[in-house]
């Protein structure tokens, strides 16, 4: 099973700020099948890039994914109010499909 | 767009079991991946298994093989999730989420509204 670490566990910045959130997996994530997804209070899971760096759609573009291998980075040049939410990685290449634990973006 | 519509909240005692639905509209059915998603209270999410339709037999997470079935009725576009021998653990909110392409289990790009299943005695 591939365990996935998410990266601070909290992250307090301020709007306007980028944002730099880590996922780091314990063995390489085939074909970079890893996921992003924003989740905001009371809320369903957002997707928001796939293949490690393919925007969903609809997306905004300050939001950009990168990496392969087992460190995949998850980028907002600049954060707006409704991106204060918590971030989970997600990878599908090698069943179970496992998330890491989460990161919680609040404002500072 | 497809949509994913689950049944409602349910209460349920130590030992039982519940059997949570997802129902699709608007679009393809049988060759998307059905995941079925948890998240505890305060906690992350976790992956318990899926099933594309069209192939049959359901994918489980091993820490759920053997308390979990999740099936899928295609004349309905409806997939199902029952959970057996119910503890205080189990208590969260349940997803269903179908995945972007079909015939593989691949990102999950909608999600239902979630269904929040508490035990108590």
């Known amino acids: 099973e591939i365990v996935l670490t998410q990266s601070p566990g909290t992250l307090s910045l301020s709007p306007g700020e980028r944002a730099t959130l880590s996922c780091r997996a314990s063995?390489?994530?085939?074909?970079?099948?890893l996921a992003w997804y924003r989740q905001k209070p009371g809320q369903a899971p957002r997707l928001l890039i796939y293949?490690?760096?393919s925007r969903a759609t609809g997306v905004p573009d300050r939001f950009s994914g990168s990496g392969f291998g087992t460190d995949f980075t998850l980028t907002i040049s600049r954060l707006e109010p409704e991106d204060f939410a918590v971030y989970h990685c997600q990878q599908y290449g090698s069943s179970p499909y496992t998330f890491g634990q989460g990161t919680k973006l609040e404002i500072k | 767009q497809v949509q994913l519509v689950q049944s409602g909240a349910e209460v349920k005692k130590p030992g039982s079991s519940v059997k949570v639905s997802c129902k699709a509209s608007?679009?393809?059915?049988?060759?998307?991946?059905i995941n079925w998603v948890r998240q505890a209270p305060g906690q992350g999410l976790e992956w318990m298994g899926g099933?594309?339709?069209?192939?049959?037999?359901?994918n489980y997470a091993p820490k759920f093989q053997g308390r979990v079935t999740i099936t899928a009725d295609e004349s309905t576009s409806t997939a199902y999730m029952e959970l057996s021998s119910l503890r205080s653990e189990d208590t969260a909110v349940y997803y269903c989420?179908?995945?972007?392409?079909?015939?593989?289990?691949?990102?999950?790009?909608?999600w239902g509204e979630g269904t929040t299943v508490t035990v108590s005695s």
């Open positions: 293949g490690a760096s």
């Open positions: 099933i594309i339709p069209i192939f049959g037999p359901a």
């Open positions: 608007g679009g393809t059915f049988n060759s998307y991946a």
């Open positions: 989420a179908m995945s972007g392409s079909s015939y593989y289990y691949y990102y999950m790009d909608v």
């Open positions: 063995q390489s994530v085939p074909s970079s099948y």
